[in-house]
């Protein structure tokens, strides 16, 4: 049941065929993770990426001076986790909170690799959609320069659709890199153009 | 022979028999860019993704204010392109500029698609390649918080060994979004602890 979105999303990236789906479908867990709550903290060992269900959750990084960094949100349909400690092993730097109720399917390194070996589909799976995360991230820095607030925000909600007045604004202009007033203005105009 | 290169790179990720090797190299075209010449320029179609043999290349986006802001180096052994531009189709974004005179071997995007079906070993290769250069942006942009200079710079040597001396100080600065000042004094320092 829980493996439909899914699946759907593979297939609209991939041809799989039924035996590589049902590879796939039995190597994939359920995770429930309650509003407030953590799927990953820093300094801890990380052996799952994950796939969003239902919810919403956000990725963030802790600096020295214990400003937090928003770096990525998740939404139905989005793949999240802290790849660095996920493929190279090192410790995560990252904290995972859920921002509401989420259920998530998760996957496990080695599971992963016997994946890529015997339905090599999933190869292409993920490359597709990491060189597409990789040209996001890439924008998302171009965009913080000489962009307008109005730009990035509209980007954001293309990124993000039916994310709005799911996160809280000053959430998303911490991770637009923006103040909360100057993105909160920009939000006004917009729904004001939209009336008119 | 300016495949070798390319094949020892191609060997030290994944493990392609010869007729995968033998396609792939058959779909390669060399390229030579000499110092100051662009490789890619703005608003144009992008058709191609470079991996560098031989000399040292600059990727970098002009805001709108005319500020240059550099977003990768490419030495030997790394790939380089406008990837929006050319998995999407859009108009590029980036110049690519060689620093010194450049020998780059070139695949273009029907060629790709045609490896991906008969060699799908190369979809694991450049998955392996676009993940490891997710983690590598995603650090950077970690790294520009909460950092020092000197740390910042480590890392920069880490990820582009034996680039000192080939890119002036103040394009490294601006990579690293720091000030060239802060930058010269960060690297002065490193050279006085190796004397001692």
């Known amino acids: 049941m829980t493996h439909e979105l899914l699946i759907a999303h ?19 867990r359920e995770v429930v993770v309650t509003k407030g709550k953590f799927l990953i903290q820093p300094d801890t060992h990380v052996n799952h990426e994950y796939f969003v269900v239902k919810g919403c959750l956000s990725a963030y990084y802790l600096d020295k001076k214990g400003n937090k960094n928003i770096v990525q949100f998740a939404i139905e349909n989005w793949w999240l986790g802290d790849f660095d400690a996920f493929y190279n092993g090192v410790p995560s730097k990252l904290h995972i909170e859920a921002l ?14 016997i994946l890529f070996q015997q339905a090599p589909i999933f190869e292409r799976y993920f490359r597709v959609l990491v ?20 730009e990035r925000y509209v980007e954001f909600c293309e990124s993000y659709p039916n ?11 911490n991770y637009l890199g923006v103040s909360a007033e100057s993105l909160s203005r920009a939000r006004r105009k917009m729904r004001a153009l939209k009336k008119t």
């Not at 509401?100 to 690799?113: G, H, K």
């Not at 597409?132 to 607030?149: P, Q």
């Open 163 to 173: 994310i709005e007045g799911r996160v809280p604004n000053y959430q998303i202009a």
């Open 131 to 150: 060189t597409s995360a990789f040209i996001s991230l890439r924008k998302r820095i171009l965009s913080s320069l000489g962009k307008s607030v109005k």
């Open 100 to 113: 509401e109720d989420s259920t998530l399917l998760a996957i496990n390194y080695d599971d992963l690799q």
């Open 10 to 28: 593979v297939k609209k990236l991939v041809d799989p065929r039924p035996e590589d789906l049902n590879l796939f479908t039995s190597k994939l």
